[in-house]
C-alpha cells in the first residue's frame, strides 16, 4: 500500500495546478536528443502528448534512446510551470521548470531485461511561433530506482508541439 501512495501522492500534488484553470489546449508533439547515461551519449526520440492550462503544462512522454547493444524505452509524466511569468509576459519565449516521474526499461544484447522507475526535475524556454505551434529546448535531470546498470539519466531535447 505505502508504494500506491509513493506514486499517486506527487501524481495528485503535481496536477492540481492544472485543475484550477477553465481555459485548457491539448497538444501532440515529437522530440529528438540525446541522453548520457553512464558517462555514454545515445540519441533518443519521443512522442509526447499533453495538455497546457495558463503557465502549467502537462505531458505524457515515450522516449527511446538506443546505442549498440544497448536499448531504453521510457514512459514519462512531466508536469511543467512557467517561470518568470512577469518579465516574459510580452514575450514569445517562456521559461519552465517542472518536476517529472515516470517508469523506464533497459534491454542489452544478451535479452536481459531491467525495469525500474525514474524521478526528476526538468526546466527549459519555448518558443511560441503561433497560436498552433512551439518548439521546446529543455533539460531533464531523472534519478533511477530498482535498476542494476543505471543510477541518473541526463536528458537535453528538442521538441516540437501541435496545439488543438
Known amino acids: ?3 500506491i501512495y ?10 492540481t ?3 484550477a484553470s477553465d481555459k485548457s489546449y491539448s497538444f501532440i508533439g515529437i522530440q529528438t536528443g540525446a541522453s548520457k547515461i553512464d558517462k555514454n551519449y545515445t540519441p533518443s526520440i519521443g512522442l509526447k502528448y499533453g495538455i497546457q492550462k495558463d503557465n502549467a503544462r502537462t505531458s505524457l512522454i515515450y522516449s527511446y534512446d538506443k ?3 544497448k536499448k531504453l524505452q521510457m514512459l514519462l509524466l512531466q508536469v511543467d510551470m512557467g517561470i ?10 517562456k ?3 517542472g518536476a517529472t516521474f515516470g517508469v523506464l526499461e533497459e534491454k542489452r544484447a544478451k535479452l536481459t531485461r531491467d525495469r525500474g522507475y525514474v524521478y526528476g526535475l526538468n526546466t527549459g524556454l519555448a518558443y511560441i511561433l503561433n497560436g498552433d505551434f512551439d518548439i521546446d529546448l529543455g ?3 531523472l534519478k533511477t530506482s530498482k535498476l542494476k546498470n543505471i543510477d541518473e539519466i541526463n536528458n537535453l531535447n528538442l521538441s516540437m508541439h501541435y496545439f488543438y
Do not use: E, G, Q, V
Not at 509513493?6 to 500534488?13: A, C
Not at 518568470?84 to 519565449?93: E, Q, W
Open 1 to 3: 500500500m505505502t508504494k
Open 6 to 15: 509513493k506514486l499517486f501522492l506527487p501524481l495528485f500534488l503535481l496536477l
Open 17 to 19: 495546478p492544472l485543475l
Open 67 to 69: 546505442k549498440s547493444n
Open 84 to 93: 518568470f511569468n512577469n518579465a516574459f509576459k510580452n514575450s514569445y519565449l
Open 95 to 97: 521559461p519552465y521548470l
Open 139 to 141: 533539460y531533464r535531470y
